[in-house]
């Protein structure tokens, strides 16, 4: 392999000599501000029981918080007491029964200065527990057909197929590039589905439980991977269900929901003090994320009012962590430009067309069983109504035709 690798530009069109071993510097797209998720007093009120006897229920009672770019924090809490919620409304999916301020602090790379603004939803990007992949296409033609729906139409494939593939390699998939979706593990999975969300590359990114129903050693790989993202200034922010002491350790920031309250803002190392600083010290050799949970769950008393008057304090959370830099350099500005315009609904409503002729021919359900199907009943119904066209003694037999022909076709 040679020393430099010709990229085409996507604005002139005139490919441009780099370094190969800078290609992931270049492609992989920092954003020049770093974007810190703010909310004050979010209150959260629901409806339960029947129609006839509806009753309102507070599930968050004025929560606040700051989550900081460079980050990776996790919204933890036991059951039911709205970890999810939270989640939703900062990302806007809910929006009934909710009372509150959501900002954004948005941090200028030349000059910088802190703006605070609304939340803008384009900055953000939210990731379900649930990985909803096309299960017939590889890896790479996922990621292609994102790039094609999401990037600028003007930029070359060649452009985004560089893209995709630095892409493919920073989140640990080369190894299943060319494998179909319904064939790749869970902790594969969910690490597609962050990377699809990298083409874009929002600096904020929602995870609703990223490591449900994955082994020990997958966790902390899609951790490890959620943790490099941030160090790149992406403020990636997740529900955690109950998660083991190596990998609460990585979460930088931990915000714990307790009956309806904030019970604890800050470092995950401070968790241990921030206990002890209350009377309640962890046993030795225990789990102190599950020990957190039992004492917010009420196994040792009621102590949420004093856990909520000291999680006020900032000195729990620690010192922001070294990023990489961010700066981008002049070709990096000029492609970072053109990621800004999304391409056509002509452009995408062929990118989509090439996509379902691509799954109907890998089905063989729907195409080859589809026509071996229609042509039985074809000739099944040519048996039973032959010669019905040309004699006048069976032209009730014309109606019959039309109607088992209507009935098959309108359930095929």
């Not at 129609?51 to 933890?76: D, H, P, Q, W, Y």
């Not at 439980?209 to 992406?234: C, K, W, Y």
């Not at 981008?328 to 391409?343: A, C, G, L």
């Not at 002509?346 to 071996?372: A, E, G, P, S």
Request: proline share 5%; aromatic share 8%; with cysteine.
């Amino acid at each position: 392999m040679s020393e430099y690798e010709t990229i085409p530009m996507v604005t002139t069109g005139v490919p441009t000599l780099v370094p190969a071993r800078a290609r992931t510097q270049l492609l992989h797209l920092p954003r020049s501000k770093a974007v810190d998720v703010i909310f004050e007093d979010i209150r959260l009120t629901v409806s339960t029981g029947s129609v006839f006897n509806k009753r309102k229920k507070e599930v968050l009672k004025g929560v606040s918080g700051r989550f900081c770019s460079g980050e990776v924090t996790a919204i933890m809490g036991p059951s039911g007491v709205g970890k999810s919620s939270l989640l939703n409304i900062l990302t806007g999916f809910q929006v009934e029964g909710m009372r509150g301020k959501i900002m954004c602090s948005a941090r200028q790379r030349k000059n910088g200065e802190m703006k605070t603004e609304p939340l803008n939803k384009k900055d953000c990007c939210y990731i379900m527990q649930d990985d909803n992949l096309t299960p017939l296409l590889t890896v790479r033609e996922v990621m292609l057909t994102a790039a094609e729906l999401k990037l600028e139409q003007s930029m070359s494939r060649k452009a985004k197929f560089i893209l995709v593939e630095d892409i493919i390699e920073n989140v640990g998939l080369s190894s299943t590039i060319n494998t179909r979706c319904n064939r790749l593990s869970g902790g594969q999975r969910k690490r597609l589905s962050v990377a699809l969300e990298l083409i874009n590359n929002p600096p904020v990114m929602f995870l609703d439980e990223p490591t449900t129903g994955l082994d020990s050693m997958t966790t902390q790989q899609v951790v490890s991977l959620l943790q490099s993202l941030a160090r790149g200034g992406r403020n990636i922010i997740c529900t955690v269900h109950q998660p083991s002491a190596s990998v609460f350790e990585m979460f930088d920031h931990t915000y714990i929901i307790g009956g309806g309250y904030c019970v604890y803002q800050g470092s995950s190392a401070n968790v241990l003090p921030f206990l002890q600083s209350i009377g309640l010290p962890c046993p030795q050799y225990h789990n102190p994320a599950d020990f957190m949970l039992d004492v917010v769950s009420g196994e040792f008393g009621d102590h949420t009012q004093q856990l909520v008057d000291t999680a006020t304090n900032s000195i729990w959370r620690s010192a922001p962590p070294k990023l990489h830099d961010l700066e981008p350099n002049s070709i990096e500005r000029d492609i970072q430009t053109n990621h800004q315009s999304p391409p056509s609904e002509w452009y995408r409503f062929r990118v989509l067309l090439r996509r379902t002729f691509k799954l109907m021919f890998r089905d063989w359900t729907v195409v080859y069983l589809k026509l071996v199907v229609h042509c039985l009943v074809g000739l099944m119904i040519g048996a039973l109504f032959q010669k019905c066209g040309v004699d006048g003694n069976m032209s009730v037999s014309n109606i019959g035709y039309f109607m088992a022909s209507a009935v098959y076709l309108s359930y095929t």
